[in-house]
């Protein structure tokens, strides 16, 4: 996301010089290795596949058509921006639906900027909550909370090419794995 670049060096925090920072060695092609802190929602295991990601909204709408994203065998990373947690759910359960998380290797939920809920029509559940109900019977690792999406701590994630995600109680870890 663009809201990475400053206009200026010496004014972002941090977060942004990782993501300006992480965007550099991707081009670069280094090696990627990303860690994560242990979160008590994350859902332990391995996984080796290709990494797909999409914006779930886009994801969802996609179903079925010529442009469908093939997930089958690969790790998923999700994120998105300005929904309502109805609205996740229901991409959710489409996604479960259609099978589509079934065949996964291992699924990576990243920034979601929720919409808050109108005052006495609240949704009554999280994301985590959500996502954790949709994945229940299958066994493959999922990461909560990664620094992708619409936020300032977003790093670069090489898609399409093969990864290994390692999710257990020291957290997590994301590594490009060598041609």
């Known amino acids: ?3 990475s670049f400053p206009i200026d060096w010496n004014l972002p925090d941090e977060f942004q010089k990782n993501s300006i920072l992480s965007i550099k060695e991707s081009l670069l092609d280094n090696p990627i290795f990303y860690k994560t802190p242990q979160n008590s ?5 391995s996984a080796e596949g ?3 990601a999409g914006n779930l909204s886009i994801l969802e709408s996609l179903g079925g058509i010529l442009s469908d994203l ?3 065998g690969k790790i998923l990373f999700v994120e998105d921006t300005g929904e309502y947690l109805y609205n996740l759910d229901r991409m959710f359960w489409n996604l479960l639906r ?3 998380l079934s065949k996964l290797k291992g699924l990576i939920i990243c920034g979601f ?3 808050p809920d109108n005052l006495g029509e609240e949704f009554g559940k999280t994301i985590r909550e959500i996502v954790l109900e949709k994945v229940a019977e299958y066994k493959y690792p999922v990461l909560f909370d990664f620094q992708v999406g619409h936020q300032k701590d977003n790093v670069a994630l090489n898609c ?3 990864h290994r995600l390692t999710v257990n109680a020291n957290g997590a870890t994301l590594i490009l794995q060598p041609n």
């Open 98 to 100: 259609s099978k589509k």
């Open 50 to 52: 290709v990494l797909v």
């Open 70 to 72: 093939g997930i089958e």
């Open 1 to 3: 996301m663009c809201n």
């Open 41 to 45: 929602f994350n859902r332990f295991g």
């Open 113 to 115: 900027r929720i919409r």
């Open 160 to 162: 399409g090419i093969m």
